[in-house]
């Protein structure tokens, strides 16, 4: 655990770069396709979409695999959604080592949760959580599989859709995602309840846990901004989604289906990935939506991605409270601290520049240039393209198996840099603050 300092940025930077290299020689086996063998560059987009939770394919998770490619990317899903730290420290307890506090500290932070837990007892309960709530899962899928496909076949779609729903993934061994089971009530819901589940983070859930044990436990500030902009994010989603939908996709279908199908688009498109109607059939209107919602993500120490709910709520609280005349930031009777503020801006800037430049690569990596009129909403797909992949949401408007060697080399570090976190990255390479550092005078600057 020395091998990198006191840096727990730089080792969870290392643990997610050895599963992708692990994942990307398994995925390149013989063993592990179906057909025709796997590249090294698709075998590393795919450990790399699996690692990092994005769902983005190359190749057909269903069909261009074999069994064994897929318990591959089911294990990398699981490795990458509850964090590769987790795992890592899990090990060295195991092994009797002795943690530092600076791997006590990556880990809580890794699972957001802001109490210097007992690192034992933490693991035990994030483990717990997780495989409870992916074997329910699993178990209310078989069910609904089991008349389509034989016991052993619909056991096994039923515990990867139930690991990839609650490390919000988005991987799926159906060619069309869930579009086949637009209809299906039951399938949509369970797999919506995992989404969100996994969304929460482990520190979220604790509370909730306690708070119906105790009855009397209070919840954090951070827990309830979580609850209150999830639940604000799929209303909204699921009403715009609605009407922007309701004189196209839904129009032939019932209100029931549009409801229920606005809801699941509300759901997965916060980091999730998985479809049940065709999202190149959506209005632009549409698109704009899953864009906002894939941009914000998750929660803190959650499987998602995004810049996180509770960084756009602080920006959103800073806004609103500045334009009320008052300095201070604060929400349910509680201050937010002047380092979360700074944390939240920082992140939202550094999410903008990332994207920006990201999707600069990706227009000049692709096809050669052509007129606007001419280019058949290339914009936009490749827009949508970059936002999914650093959101690790894995939506996607088909352009991802036809991306050429550039494209995905951009599209694999966009996914690396949403799933590792963009402060994770500049602790990791930032130096540590020099003694004796000069303070200058401050003076303002005119903004705005």
């Not at 890794?110 to 309960?125: E, N």
């Not at 906002?292 to 409270?321: D, E, Q």
């Amino acid at each position: 655990m020395e091998l990198f300092g006191a840096n727990p940025g730089r080792k969870a930077i290392f643990y997610f770069l050895i599963a992708i290299g692990l994942g990307t020689i398994l995925l390149v086996l013989p063993i592990s396709s179906q057909d025709q063998p796997v590249s090294v560059l698709d075998a590393l987009f795919t450990s790399t979409s699996a690692v990092c939770v994005t769902g983005l394919t190359v190749i057909d998770t269903g069909h261009g695999f074999s069994r064994f490619g897929q318990v591959v990317i089911m294990i990398l899903i699981q490795l990458g959604g509850l964090g590769i730290m987790t795992f890592a420290t899990a090990l060295f307890i195991m092994a009797g080592t002795r943690l530092s506090f600076h791997d006590r500290l990556g880990l809580t932070q890794t699972l957001g949760t802001a109490a210097q837990s007992r690192s034992g007892r933490l693991l035990k309960a994030v483990i717990i959580t997780s495989f409870a709530f992916e074997s329910i899962g699993a178990l209310l899928l078989f069910f609904n599989f089991w008349g389509r496909y034989p016991a052993g076949e619909a056991a096994f779609h039923a515990v990867f859709h139930a690991v990839s729903a609650f490390c919000n993934a988005g991987f799926s061994t159906f060619s069309n995602s869930l579009e086949s089971y637009s209809h299906n009530l039951p399938v949509i819901g369970v797999i919506s309840v995992l989404i969100i589940s996994g969304g929460l983070g482990f520190a979220v859930i604790g509370e909730l846990f306690e708070r119906f044990r105790y009855k009397r436990t209070r919840l954090s500030l951070h827990t309830k901004l979580c609850l209150t902009v999830t639940a604000i994010l799929i209303v909204l989603g699921t009403i715009g989604f609605s009407i922007a939908e309701f004189d196209n996709i839904f129009n032939t279908h019932g209100i029931g289906y549009g409801l229920v199908n606005s809801f699941f688009q509300a759901v997965t498109a916060r980091t999730a990935g998985f479809n049940s109607v065709p999202q190149t059939h959506l209005t632009e209107v549409s698109l704009l939506l899953t864009i906002i919602l894939m941009f914000i993500g998750g929660c803190p120490g959650s499987t998602a991605g995004g810049i996180k709910t509770t960084t756009a709520a602080v920006i959103l609280l800073l806004v609103y409270n500045r334009f009320m005349g008052r300095q201070s930031v604060a929400a349910f009777r509680r201050s937010i601290s002047p380092d979360s503020i700074n944390r939240a801006l920082t992140v939202t800037l550094l999410a903008a520049l990332v994207v920006v430049f990201m999707f600069g690569l990706l227009m000049f990596a692709g096809e050669r240039p052509v007129a606007h009129q001419l280019s058949h909403g290339w914009f936009v797909d490749n827009l949508f393209e970059i936002y999914s992949a650093f959101g690790t949401v894995g939506l996607s408007l088909g352009m991802t198996a036809h991306l050429q060697v550039m494209g995905k080399i951009i599209v694999i570090v966009t996914m690396f840099v949403g799933r590792v976190g963009l402060l994770t990255l500049a602790f990791a390479m930032a130096r540590p603050p020099e003694r004796g550092e000069i303070v200058y005078v401050d003076e303002s600057v005119m903004v705005g």
